[in-house]
């Protein structure tokens, strides 16, 4: 049991905690949530010991053993596998003995203990956690050295898993994960044998991996039973009470105080005026809870465009050897909204920089719409920002010829408000960062949107302030993301990138995450290609049903243009003799109305009809 008592904690004269406690049963995965910078980390430090208590205690079991992720894995020549067995420290110490010892009595003890703690099937233990984190059999014998360092933070996080301590940190552990990666974590969790405290901002790890949420806010700890999306609902059903209690004291204190200021001059009074007085200096003050600050997220609306947007024809590219993809045939509309499945390295990010038009096709046709504009943004990009240098200056370099206040308002659209717009990078935090950089690559109202992992660095509520803008965002939307709550509520298609080829996945992202869990090998392509064969595929009709949506959202906006013109035509103050010119200009608009009405219905049955052959062929 993790027993946080009273404690306090200072950093800079700034409190994190103010005689804030909470205990953690032994064996329970708990979600360690909180507004950022309110000190989640630094609880972390606290639990570990690196850092001293101004007051309170944190107690543990004696001989528990704490672990996690604190950096990642040195760039050496040990093998990933080596690397893994070696972070537990106690199997390694034994071997190492049992190799020199040669008292019986010794070495009966370590064979024993070696026996106790399991150690003959570790190497299978740590071969199986590093393929869950993403890494076959080959890659497990080659050297750290040869991986960069998101890669080697994966070989960190394996280690201390399969060291299994008493008590396991993690810091944002999905951060430096694929979806496969994220899902396998999650159910590797739920059976783990110990006691588990995660700081996350993935609602997805929040509600399937833990089964308790412990809350940071106001220098206090509380913890709560149940998955997050539970615990969200208990807190805003909270702040409605204590906003209505609030709200009760405040319209008695206004009664009581006007009672006093009425009549306590008065002699025949001042005696019930007195008692006002007593009772409002014992009135408990009841705040109303401060709700999350609003965050959000401006994305500047395109013009439309004359579907496809893209269209790919028997296309192969990759990096100059042989093509990663190959035979794409491919079609994206505007209105679209398409998450890219598959394991790292199957060629999500190549896919990704050929429509973006940063890899040329090394055989077919690629045709983008003459007026097409592509915003990207992918996770490296937030390491390529100029870190001397504030947000400010970044936007101005891209608008040198427009005013410093819209520029500001461009960057408080996306919450970077005056003091962090004159900040330098260097010292933004990296939410900050990566608004910075979405605001970047949506900066010219792109048609088409680019995401791969947005989502790495903001917290839950600039994940739902996301979420909401892409919902609104007028253009279309390619996402990569090992968020499920995002691609859940974004994507309405998705593509599967597997064995050279992409593939649209026609069942759901839960299909697809049990399908995981279950093992690569059952993870099967959709037999039908994105290709436009003679029979109309699945994207043809999607085409098509988007075809007709827009006719529809035609008519609709016209009907609605027809009835407001209509009104005004119906006015008799229109056709006084000084207005006559006017009443023809109406007239004039109402004919044109009627007339756009008739083509766009024509359109409408149009397209109706070729989705109807569609559907039925």
């Not at 639990?47 to 205690?57: D, K, N, T, V, Y």
């Not at 399991?118 to 050295?145: H, V």
């Not at 993809?325 to 060629?347: C, F, V, W």
């Not at 009627?594 to 109807?612: F, G, H, N, V």
């Amino acid at each position: 049991m993790l027993k946080i008592e009273d404690i306090t904690y200072s950093v800079e004269g700034r409190p994190l905690f103010e005689g804030a406690s909470a205990t953690i049963p032994t064996g329970h995965k708990v979600g360690l949530v909180g507004r950022n910078g309110t000190g989640k980390t630094t609880l972390f430090r606290l639990i570990r010991g690196e850092l001293a208590l101004e007051g309170g205690s944190i107690t543990l079991p004696s001989r528990s053993r704490i672990g996690g992720v604190a950096q990642e894995v040195p760039s050496s020549e040990t093998s990933l596998l080596d690397t893994v067995l070696q972070a537990d420290e106690e199997r390694t110490a034994l071997l190492a003995e049992a190799d020199t010892a040669t008292d019986p009595t010794r070495i009966a003890e370590i064979q024993s203990r070696l026996t106790d703690i399991d150690a003959w099937s570790a190497e299978a233990r740590a071969s199986s956690i590093l393929k869950g984190l993403g890494f076959d059999s080959d890659k497990q014998k080659m050297p750290c050295s040869a991986f960069s360092g998101g890669w080697r933070m994966r070989v960190a996080l394996a280690g201390v898993l399969f060291s299994q301590p008493d008590l396991l940190l993690l810091d944002e552990p999905t951060n430096y994960l694929d979806l496969e990666g994220a899902l396998w974590l999650e159910s590797y969790l739920q059976k783990y044998p110990h006691t588990v405290i995660i700081i996350s901002h993935d609602r997805g790890l929040l509600n399937r991996a833990v089964g308790g949420i412990l809350h940071l806010d106001d220098r206090k700890l509380t913890y709560w039973s149940g998955p997050y999306d539970q615990f969200a609902r208990q807190m805003a059903e909270r702040r409605a009470v204590q906003a209505a209690e609030a709200k009760k004291q405040e319209a008695r204190r206004a009664h009581l105080q006007s009672f006093v200021d009425r009549f306590r001059a008065k002699a025949t009074k001042a005696t019930q005026a007195q008692s006002r007085i007593k009772m409002l200096e014992k009135m408990t003050p009841i705040t109303a809870p401060e709700e999350a600050k609003r965050v959000a997220f401006t994305f500047p609306a395109p013009e439309e465009l004359s579907p496809p947007i893209v269209n790919i024809e028997g296309a192969a590219v990759g990096y100059g050897g042989p093509p990663v993809l190959r035979k794409l045939s491919l079609r994206i509309d505007q209105d679209d909204r398409i998450a890219l499945l598959g394991r790292n390295g199957e060629g999500k990010s190549t896919l990704s920089k050929l429509l973006a038009g940063k890899l040329e096709a090394a055989e077919g046709r690629v045709h983008r719409s003459s007026k097409l504009r592509i915003g990207y943004f992918a996770q490296h990009q937030v390491d390529e920002l100029h870190i001397d240098e504030t947000p400010l200056q970044h936007i101005q370099r891209l608008r040198p010829d427009e005013g410093q206040a819209k520029n500001r308002a461009r960057l408080a659209g996306f919450g970077l408000m005056a003091e962090q717009a004159e900040t330098e990078v260097g010292r933004l935090s990296g939410g900050q960062k990566a608004r910075l950089s979405l605001l970047l690559a949506t900066i010219d109202a792109p048609h088409l949107l680019i995401l791969d992992e947005p989502t790495n660095h903001l917290d839950i509520e600039s994940r739902e302030a996301l979420v909401e803008a892409l919902t609104e965002y007028s253009g279309a939307v390619i996402l990569v993301s090992h968020d499920m709550h995002l691609l859940s509520l974004v994507a309405d298609r998705l593509w599967l990138v597997k064995g050279g080829a992409v593939t649209p996945f026609t069942e759901d992202l839960e299909a697809y995450r049990r399908l995981l869990l279950a093992g690569d090998d059952d993870i099967k392509p959709t037999p039908k290609p994105v290709e436009k064969p003679r029979k109309a595929s699945r994207d043809d009709i999607l085409a098509l049903r988007a075809e007709v949506r827009k006719c529809e959202d035609r008519i609709a906006k016209l009907e609605e243009m027809h009835a407001k013109l209509s009104a005004k035509l119906a006015d008799p103050a229109l056709y006084d003799d000084a207005k006559i010119h006017e009443l023809e200009s109406w007239n004039r608009k109402f004919a044109e109305c009627e007339e756009a009405m008739l083509k766009a219905e024509s359109l409408w049955i149009e397209a109706q009809e070729r989705l109807d052959a569609a559907e039925s062929g």
